[in-house]
C-alpha cells in the first residue's frame, strides 16, 4: 500500500485547516506542500509560514510535512523550512546549481532529502546523487498547477527508477506528483510509486475530502 500525500495547492485556503485535518483524519499519511516562486514555475503559492501553521495539525495525526521546493536557488531556503517544521524537504534538480551540496545541507539541517525531476530531464540527471537521497520525486505533470493531465510516459520512467533503487539498495520514497488519481494509482503502484501526490482529487471536486482518500485506497487495494 502507497503513502497517500495530499497536496494543499489545491484545497481551500479558507478552511486550510480544516481541510488538511479532514485528509489526515481520513489516513492520508503525508501533507504535500507545494512551494513556488513564480520564476522556477509561473505560479505563487505559499512559503515557511505556512509549513509552521500545519505542523500541530501533522503533530496531531503522527504525519509528515513533505515540502515540495519548486523555486530557484533552494539552497537558500534550507534552513528557513527546517525552522518551520518541513520533515522532507524536496528541491529540484533543475533548480541547483551544487545540488551534492544542497542535499547535504537538507540533512545537516535534519530533514529527509528530495529531489523531484521534471518530466523533461532525464533520469540520468540523477545518477551522481541516488544513493545520498531519502525520497526521489518524478513529476507527472510540468510543475505549476493542480489539475493537470497526468503526462503517460511518467509511468516508465517509474519503473525504470524503482529499478535503478533497488540495484543499489536503496530504501528512498519514489514520489509521483502530477494528475495522480483514483484511475491510475494501482498502475502507479505497480510501477514501482510508493508515495502519491494528489491536490485536484483529494481537495477538488464535489465529494467529501474523507470520499477522495479513501477513493485512493481502494483504488489500491483492487484486485489485479
Ligand atoms: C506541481 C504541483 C502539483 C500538485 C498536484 O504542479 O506539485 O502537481 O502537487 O496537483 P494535482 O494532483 O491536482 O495534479
Ligand atoms: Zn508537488
Not at 497536496?7 to 478552511?15: Q, R, V
Not at 483514483?182 to 467529501?208: E, M, R, Y
Request: overall charge negative.
Amino acid at each position: 500500500m502507497a503513502l497517500i500525500a495530499p497536496s494543499i495547492i489545491a484545497a481551500d485556503y479558507g478552511h486550510l485547516h480544516t481541510q488538511a485535518n479532514d485528509a489526515l483524519d481520513a489516513g492520508a499519511n503525508w501533507l504535500h506542500l507545494d512551494v513556488m516562486d513564480g520564476q522556477f514555475v509561473p505560479n505563487l503559492t505559499i512559503g515557511p509560514g505556512i509549513v509552521q501553521a500545519m505542523r500541530p495539525i501533522a503533530d496531531a495525526h503522527e504525519a509528515a510535512l513533505d515540502v515540495h521546493l519548486m523555486i530557484d536557488d533552494p539552497g537558500r531556503f534550507i534552513n528557513t523550512f527546517a525552522q518551520a517544521g518541513a520533515d522532507v524537504c524536496t528541491v529540484h534538480v533543475e533548480a541547483c546549481t551544487h545540488l551534492h551540496r544542497v542535499i547535504q545541507q537538507i540533512n545537516q539541517a535534519g530533514m529527509q532529502a528530495g529531489v523531484a525531476l521534471n518530466p523533461g530531464t532525464p533520469l540520468a540527471a540523477l545518477d551522481a546523487v541516488l544513493p545520498l537521497v531519502d525520497l526521489v520525486l518524478v513529476m507527472s505533470v510540468n510543475p505549476g498547477f493542480s489539475g493537470q493531465q497526468f503526462i503517460d510516459r511518467s509511468t516508465p520512467r517509474i519503473r525504470t527508477l524503482r529499478r535503478q533503487l533497488n540495484a543499489i539498495g536503496s530504501d528512498a520514497y519514489l514520489q509521483v506528483d502530477g494528475g495522480v488519481k483514483p484511475t491510475n494509482a494501482k498502475s502507479l503502484v505497480q510501477a514501482g510509486a510508493d508515495v502519491l501526490v494528489a491536490g485536484s482529487a483529494i481537495f477538488g471536486g464535489s465529494n467529501a475530502v474523507a470520499e477522495n482518500v479513501n477513493a485512493f485506497r481502494a483504488a489500491m487495494t483492487l484486485k489485479a
